[in-house]
């Protein structure tokens, strides 16, 4: 295993909070901030303010939009590992890219933005090494009791990679069909 890869992990009965969630590294978050993002709502700050797109482009989250109701498997793995996902994806979303500095993502329903706090329980952590990625994400059927699977495809790359996602694109089902 070469030093940027990593282990694929699975998180389970995450719940998609206002249809939507998101990925980052609580440390990157907290210096796009100014030093703590802790305790702010970022939920209207992103919604009412450019300030979401910049918090996307510059690597510092993910947000994942759009999807529907329900409890998803949530599988990180290195794009160099094996997709879990058993049928072919229901949609895709490629072009994000997200900065680890700490070794660890939190993944969590949008709703836990309303007042960040990436210790809250109900906030995955997931080990990752530090690093930049450029990620795509698929969306699939349930790989367990789950739902859905969302899966986030890491690419590791030597420096910042050009974003290039599409920040308005939903993944309901309805509208990807």
């Not at 939920?43 to 529907?68: E, F, K, N």
């Not at 997200?98 to 949008?110: D, F, M, N, R, Y």
């Not at 698929?138 to 859905?148: C, E, H, S, T």
Request: glycine share 8%; aromatic share 8%.
């Amino acid at each position: 295993m070469n030093p940027s890869s990593f282990d694929t992990l699975i998180e389970t009965a995450v719940y998609s909070e206002l249809l939507g969630f998101v990925a980052a590294d609580p440390a990157t978050l907290d210096r796009f901030h100014g030093g703590s993002a802790c305790g702010l709502d970022l939920l209207d700050l992103y919604t009412t303010t450019d300030v979401g797109d910049r918090v996307s482009a510059t690597g510092a989250a993910i947000p994942i939009l759009g999807v529907d109701a329900g409890h998803y498997s949530f599988v990180v793995r290195d794009s160099a590992a094996p997709t879990l996902l058993t049928a072919a994806p229901l949609a895709t979303s490629s072009g994000w890219i997200l900065q680890v500095t700490s070794g660890e993502i939190a993944l969590c329903g949008v709703g836990r933005l309303k007042r960040w706090d990436p210790q809250q329980t109900s906030v995955r952590r997931v080990a990752v090494p530090v690093g930049w990625y450029s990620v795509d994400i698929v969306l699939g059927r349930a790989i367990n009791d789950d739902d859905f699977a969302l899966e986030l495809a890491m690419s590791p790359c030597a420096a910042k990679p050009n974003f290039s996602a599409d920040v308005s694109q939903s993944l309901l089902l309805d509208e990807t069909a």
